[in-house]
């Protein structure tokens, strides 16, 4: 064998070694505090996989579904729970490929989420319920209300996705992007760098709080936690977000759902007026206000003042 070739080969097999290891210490490291135990909830089994949920309070029911992000969890609603329990059975749910639900390894679409969203009140509630849906999860809520009109009662959406967002189609970049994450070794290791410690700050500072002083290092453990929980196989729903698989058309969905819905949004979110006027313009009879410091996730930042819409508009 050829010098160059015995050099490239171990030059090769450290490299390969050096990933594994890095792999390893993400999956040990970023889950060691035990942040999001499954000890204070349950597992609804579901035909793709077992999805986490909770239930608390007592009172008419409401579903509270989580952004769809790989570091999101129902941990994004826990300081409203509270609030809300007092005159609702609150359920909130770990979407699959998030927190302490199975990740397992497939093309996430929005019709998964619907069907999963669908079954869970069908099976698991088993009545017609209130919910509430963070940002993108709000296409899975609509959609899943215009296939079964009989799922839910009131509404509300905070800080929904854009329509014209949802729109986007795949293209080679993103398709390449997808081809990556999937890879068995590779794609582990370039999700670890991607979801590492100081992406989850950097999403926290520019995207979900508007003011970085509330920002505790425990939140985002959490989020650096639930990203890498499994192994990190929430690359599976990061690659399907990636190749625009969950992405859908709601125009129709939000033209003729008839039920009451009501948008809250934050001022400190970016072209927060714009989307809202989509919405409304495609369904007038949407209700909105607007919530000022607060970011993309208000239920965590500013918890106070969403808590008093919600019980104002639940109560109506």
């Known amino acids: 064998m050829k010098k160059g070739t015995k050099c490239f080969l171990f030059l090769a097999g450290a490299a390969v070694t050096g990933i594994y290891a890095y792999n390893k210490f993400v999956d040990s490291a970023s889950t060691r505090k035990n942040l999001l135990s499954a000890n204070n909830g349950s597992f609804y089994e579901w035909r793709y996989g ?48 998030c927190g302490r639900s199975e990740k397992p390894n497939f093309h996430y679409t929005s019709y998964i989420y619907v069907q999963m969203i669908s079954s869970f009140v069908r099976e698991v509630i088993k009545e017609k319920t209130d919910i509430a849906a963070s940002n993108m999860s709000s296409s899975f809520v609509l959609m899943a209300d215009y296939m079964d009109k009989q799922l839910f009662d009131k509404i509300i959406l905070v800080n929904p996705i854009a329509i014209k967002d949802l729109q986007v189609v795949e293209d080679r ?13 590779i794609g582990t290791f370039v999700y670890n760098i991607l979801y590492n410690p100081i992406h989850i700050d ?15 290092s425990k939140i985002e453990d959490i989020y650096y936690e639930a ?58 009879n949407f209700e909105s206000t607007m919530l000022t410091n607060g970011s993309l996730y208000p239920q965590l930042e500013i918890p106070e003042k969403i808590s008093a819409v919600f019980t104002n508009y639940l109560q109506k």
Do not use: C
């Open 173 to 185: 970049k993103s398709k390449l992007k997808q081809t990556i994450l999937n890879l068995p070794l």
């Open 202 to 216: 950097r999403g926290f500072r520019e995207f979900y709080f508007s003011k970085p002083q509330l920002i505790s």
């Open 50 to 97: 077992n999805i986490f949920y909770t239930k608390q309070g007592s009172g008419k029911p409401i579903l509270l579904i989580h952004d769809a992000n790989p570091s999101s969890s129902s941990f994004e609603w826990m300081k409203l729970i509270k609030k809300l329990e007092k005159d609702h059975t609150v359920y909130t749910i770990d979407l699959l490929g």
């Open 227 to 284: 990203s890498h929980l499994g192994n990190s196989r929430g690359r599976f729903l990061l690659s399907s977000l990636m190749g625009s698989y969950m992405n859908t058309n709601i125009v129709q969905a939000v033209k003729n759902l008839d039920h009451p819905v009501y948008l809250i949004g934050s001022r400190g979110r970016k072209n927060n007026s714009a989307i809202f006027d989509e919405y409304q313009n495609l369904n007038p």
